[in-house]
Every structure is written in structure tokens, then in C-alpha cells.
């Protein structure tokens, strides 16, 4: 989560706003003075997600090559920690897409109940 | 031209933003498609071989943050880092100090002043901007606005003006160097503070400043949804401006 000063519609001023990404993918922006809140679109943002997820895991392996060139003991010094952390900060950044999927199936299942389907 | 020949210096922006949030808040440290939004801006100067010196202006406290990013999302380019001033012009007057012996030695020919907010430049507008501030000592790229009209103060329309009249100034500005360097070094010793580069040069010197049209793309990140919007251009150009 980010915040920097930007333009509300709303406020019609300079204020500060909330970002909200999913992996590399801008998934919210809110503005923290009165809350008007621009989204991704929800479908649009788990293809955008997995796209993107795609193109860092194909990266990957040259972006950690330049990293070892540049800083070589830095990087053995924090490689197993980021072994260990990885799995559970990219959980993390997928938990809002997982999240809005269970939110809709629940949704879905109401509905189905309410019709008595 | 050879690369012996003089260089173009580009000055990229992003002391500012944080006026009333500090300068941790300024957006130009957002992530934009993987990389920070100063990234781009930097990378897209750096793609022009005319462009033998890149100064990048921050506030004193984003120094750190401000070498820490260029360090892991741009290692190869060679960026010196300045502090930038309480305003634009005081930024740009920083900038122009710094490259003052090159600029007076001829080794800087030209100079671009670029907003770190306009992270979608494209390098051939850059190219355009260099060759016609050689031709005739300064440019500003612009795009024609079509929907302005005049109100007088009674809330009136009174003129609606022709579509060639006006343009919306984008950013970079190009300038001959020694004509720019002398504007500032005049406007200093006058307290004048300008509102961008373009206004100092026509106060202070007799240099021509012609318009070149601008790009849709280099939008300046100044709302919420411009971020959506710069991301799905790049997305779009398969993160790789042309």
C-alpha cells in the first residue's frame, strides 16, 4: 500500500490518496479526505494479475542475475530469507483477488438460495 | 551528430508533490508497471543519444529513497542527483547551476527541463524537441485545445477562442543551454520566479520558443485514474514506449 498527494474529483483539491496494488497491477485508489475510491475492474484486474505474474516469473531469473552482479553479498546475504518469504508475500498480494472471488461466490450462493435453487 | 560533438543535458523534475504531504508522498515515487513512475521518466531520456547527461532534482529527504530506486530499477544509468528548491523554478535554477561549466564551455548545447510526472515521454518527441530547439533556440511541445471559451467576469461568454490559438503545454521543455542558463542568471538577480521554463526565457531573452505538437500519451499524473491510464498505455506498448 501506497499514499501520495493527488487530485480528487470529489474534493477538487490536492489530497492524500491510498493505493491499493495486486502484484505490479494498480487495483485501488482512494482518496483519503472523502473517500471516493477508483477501482480496476475486477475481472480485468485478475487477468492484468496472472498476465503480469506470467512476465515476472519468465524475468525473473535475469532480473536475480543483474541483482547478483550489481551487489553480490548483499544478495547471498538476503536470498534465503526472500526464499522463505516469497510463498507467503505472494499469497499476500493475491489475497485481494482470491478475497473478491470467495466475496462473489458467496453472493452467488445467496442469490441461488433466495431463489430456492 | 557525432558524439563528439555537444550534448544534450536532460533535467528531470521531482522535487515537488509533496508540498502539503512531504516528500515521502510524492507521486512520483509510485510504482507504475513494475517500476517506479521517476524510472520511466528517466529511462525514456536515456534512450536518446543525444542525451549525454541526465540530472535528476529531489527533495533532500528523498535523496536516500530517490538512490535506492534508481539503484534497483535503473543501475545503468548514469543519473546525478541534486537537491532540488522549495519551487519549480528554484529546482530548474538548481539543475542549471549544477551544469553552468559545461553549459559555458559549449560541451551542453541543449537543455531539457522534464516534469518526473510525465512518465510516458516518448524519445522521438524528445529528438523533435532537440532538433528544433537547435533550429531556433528553444521548443515546448503542446497539444491544440478546442473546447476553451472566454468568460468575462459577469459569467459570460464572450469569445470562443480559434482552435490554432491555444495549446496545452506538456513537458519536456527544450532550450539552448546558454540562452536558458543567462534567463535564469538574469531572473535570479531580478527575484523573478517563473511558473515554468518556457515563461523565463520570454521575459528574459529574445529566443524563439516554438510549439511542436505534443503526444496524447505523456499525460502528467496529476489524478487517480491518470495512474490507471499510464498503466494501461504501457501495458499496451508491451511496457516499452517507442
Known amino acids: 500500500m501506497y499514499r501520495a498527494g493527488l487530485m480528487c474529483n470529489e474534493c477538487g483539491d490536492v489530497e492524500m490518496h491510498e493505493l491499493r496494488y495486486v502484484g505490479r497491477i494498480l487495483a485501488r485508489s482512494t482518496c483519503l479526505a472523502c473517500g471516493a475510491a477508483v477501482k480496476h475492474d475486477e475481472a480485468d484486474l485478475r487477468t492484468a494479475y496472472l498476465r503480469d505474474l506470467e512476465s515476472r516469473l519468465r524475468t525473473k531469473p535475469h532480473r536475480m542475475l543483474k541483482r547478483v552482479a550489481r551487489h553480490p553479498a548483499k544478495f547471498i546475504s538476503q536470498l534465503p530469507s526472500a526464499i522463505i518469504h516469497k510463498p507467503a508475500r505472494l499469497f499476500e498480494e493475491a489475497k485481494p483477488l482470491v478475497g473478491g472471488l470467495a466475496e462473489r461466490a458467496r453472493m452467488s450462493n445467496r442469490a441461488n438460495q433466495a431463489r430456492g435453487l | ?242
Open chain 2, 1 to 242: 551528430m557525432t558524439s563528439r560533438g555537444p550534448k544534450v543535458a536532460a533535467v528531470v523534475l521531482a522535487g515537488g508533490g509533496g508540498t502539503r504531504f512531504g516528500g515521502l508522498h510524492n507521486k512520483v515515487y509510485l510504482p507504475l508497471a513494475g517500476r517506479r513512475v521517476v524510472s520511466w521518466s528517466l529511462s525514456a531520456m536515456s534512450r536518446v543519444p543525444a542525451v549525454g547527461r541526465i540530472v535528476l532534482t529531489v527533495r533532500p529527504e528523498d535523496r536516500e529513497l530517490a538512490d535506492e530506486i534508481l539503484d534497483r530499477e535503473v543501475p545503468d544509468l548514469a543519473v546525478e542527483i541534486i537537491d532540488g528548491g522549495d519551487t519549480r523554478h528554484a529546482s530548474e535554477y538548481n539543475a542549471l547551476h549544477h551544469l553552468a561549466a559545461d553549459v559555458r564551455s559549449g560541451a551542453i548545447d541543449i537543455v531539457l527541463i522534464h516534469d518526473g510526472a510525465r512518465p510516458l515521454i516518448a524519445p522521438s518527441l524528445i529528438c523533435e524537441l532537440i532538433d528544433v530547439a537547435r533550429d531556433v533556440g528553444g521548443a515546448v511541445p503542446g497539444l491544440p485545445v478546442s473546447d476553451v471559451t472566454e468568460v468575462d467576469s459577469k459569467a459570460h461568454i464572450r469569445e470562443r477562442f480559434k482552435e490554432c490559438a491555444l495549446v496545452r503545454v506538456q513537458t519536456p521543455q527544450a532550450f539552448d543551454a546558454q540562452v536558458l542558463l543567462s534567463a535564469y542568471a538574469a531572473a535570479a538577480a531580478e527575484g523573478f520566479t517563473g511558473s515554468d521554463t518556457s515563461s523565463c526565457i520570454e521575459r528574459f531573452t529574445d529566443s524563439v520558443v516554438k510549439h511542436v505538437r505534443g503526444d496524447e500519451r505523456n499525460i502528467k499524473l496529476t489524478y487517480p485514474r491518470d495512474l490507471f491510464l499510464a498503466e494501461q498505455i504501457l501495458a499496451a506498448s508491451g511496457y516499452s514506449l517507442k
